[in-house]
């Protein structure tokens, strides 16, 4: 007890006082004599603390960390946010205490995510509630707007803009979709394996039904060419002829249509001069297209062999060259568009 402590550690100061007087010590004893009052003295304050401390554990707050205004999103994206606490004890579970969210969102109460996809344009006030284990709570007001699309961007090709083999959402379309914010909307409607022909023949129902003339500006993203040369052994010629008609036809409903040169990734030597007349052609004339994008230039995309960001396969893509081409086309959507 403290105050035990404190009275023995005043006897013991009493009696190493009177000690000195009582033997007429010499001078090295009251030397000792006063390193021993140091000692005790030091010992009744340091169990005063020790008792302090034992009675006033030191806790942290339980508290919400989320900044107050969350990411915002629109009426087309899947959204998933997590709301993070920091201190309290124990397991900690979620609820919304007052407010709503946008309809179509829903609150996973256990790990505190918001999650689904909203149904209708404005924003949204409600109050977050965390209860940790032994009953502590807080509280905090969130803000969530929901915003139009105001713009489009559709990206067709093969299994590169597909994305394989990485996760989807490494991919360079959802990486895309991250950078250009809400106000954009990503449609991906590559496939493995597509041809030039395949996607001619697919775009009616996949492209052209999906054109919105409300919107600011409504994009497609036209990168192929490597399965023709590969699989259909097709010379740079035909894709390049196929690629025209094909912008064309977006042309003709008032799309923004953009077309890629084709990088390496050739699995035949002797097919790689397809590739390169391919290249040569769309780049000396595209303006059936308003902007030519020129892959093949980007210093990442120079040699199939470089590891970082070419698969073992030499042919498919990793998650940094996704993260290249998302920022490469990011870039330039953020230019205003040259009519």
Request: overall charge positive; charged content about 15%; hydrophobic content about 40%.
């Given at each position: 007890m403290p105050g035990f402590n404190l009275i023995l550690s005043r006897k013991c100061i009493k009696a190493s006082l009177s000690?000195?007087?009582?033997?007429?010590?010499?001078?090295?004893?009251?030397?000792l004599q006063f390193l021993t009052l140091s000692l005790l003295?030091?010992?009744?304050?340091?169990?005063?603390?020790?008792?302090?401390?034992a009675r006033n554990p030191s806790r942290q707050t339980l508290s919400i960390t989320t900044a107050s205004s969350l990411p915002p999103t629109n009426i087309e994206m899947?959204?998933?946010?997590?709301?993070?606490?920091?201190?309290?004890?124990?397991?900690?579970?979620?609820?919304?205490?007052?407010?709503?969210?946008?309809?179509?969102?829903?609150?996973?109460?256990?790990a505190g995510v918001i999650s689904g996809i909203a149904r209708s344009v404005g924003t949204s006030v409600f109050t977050a509630r965390v209860t940790d284990g032994s009953g502590a709570k807080a509280d905090k007001v969130f803000t969530l707007q929901?915003?139009?699309?105001?713009?489009?961007?559709?990206?067709?090709?093969?299994?590169?803009?597909?994305?394989?083999?990485?996760?989807?959402?490494?991919?360079?379309?959802?990486?895309?979709?991250?950078?250009?914010?809400?106000?954009?909307?990503?449609?991906?409607?590559?496939?493995?394996?597509?041809?030039?022909?395949?996607?001619?023949?697919?775009?009616?129902?996949?492209?052209?039904?999906?054109?919105?003339?409300?919107?600011?500006?409504?994009?497609?993203?036209?990168?192929?060419?490597?399965?023709?040369?590969?699989?259909?052994?097709?010379?740079?010629?035909?894709?390049?002829?196929?690629?025209?008609?094909?912008?064309?036809?977006?042309?003709?409903?008032?799309?923004?249509?953009?077309?890629?040169?084709e990088i390496p990734g050739v699995v035949a030597a002797e097919r790689e001069i397809a590739r390169l007349n391919f290249n040569q052609l769309i780049k000396a004339n595209y303006s059936p297209a308003d902007k030519l994008?020129?892959?093949?230039?980007?210093a990442a995309f120079a040699s199939k062999d470089n590891t970082t960001y070419y698969q073992p396969d030499r042919l498919h893509l990793t998650e940094a060259a996704n993260e290249v081409l998302a920022n490469t086309f990011f870039k330039l959507l953020k230019q205003p568009r040259r009519h």
């Open positions: 000690f000195p007087k009582m033997l007429k010590l010499n001078l090295p004893v009251k030397i003295f030091s010992l009744a304050v340091f169990s005063q603390s020790v008792t302090v401390i899947v959204y998933s946010q997590n709301l993070n606490s920091a201190g309290g004890s124990g397991t900690k579970t979620w609820r919304i205490s007052s407010g709503s969210l946008p309809v179509g969102l829903a609150f996973d109460t256990t929901v915003v139009a699309v105001t713009n489009s961007v559709t990206v067709e090709g093969d299994s590169r803009t597909v994305g394989y083999p990485v996760a989807i959402n490494l991919t360079y379309p959802v990486k895309l979709q991250a950078l250009l914010g809400p106000t954009w909307r990503v449609r991906n409607v590559a496939a493995n394996g597509q041809t030039t022909d395949n996607m001619l023949a697919d775009a009616p129902t996949q492209v052209d039904a999906f054109r919105d003339a409300s919107l600011k500006r409504d994009v497609v993203i036209l990168w192929t060419g490597i399965n023709d040369i590969n699989d259909s052994n097709r010379t740079g010629q035909y894709i390049y002829n196929n690629i025209l008609d094909y912008a064309r036809g977006k042309k003709a409903i008032s799309f923004e249509m953009w077309v890629c040169t994008i020129d892959l093949n230039a980007l």
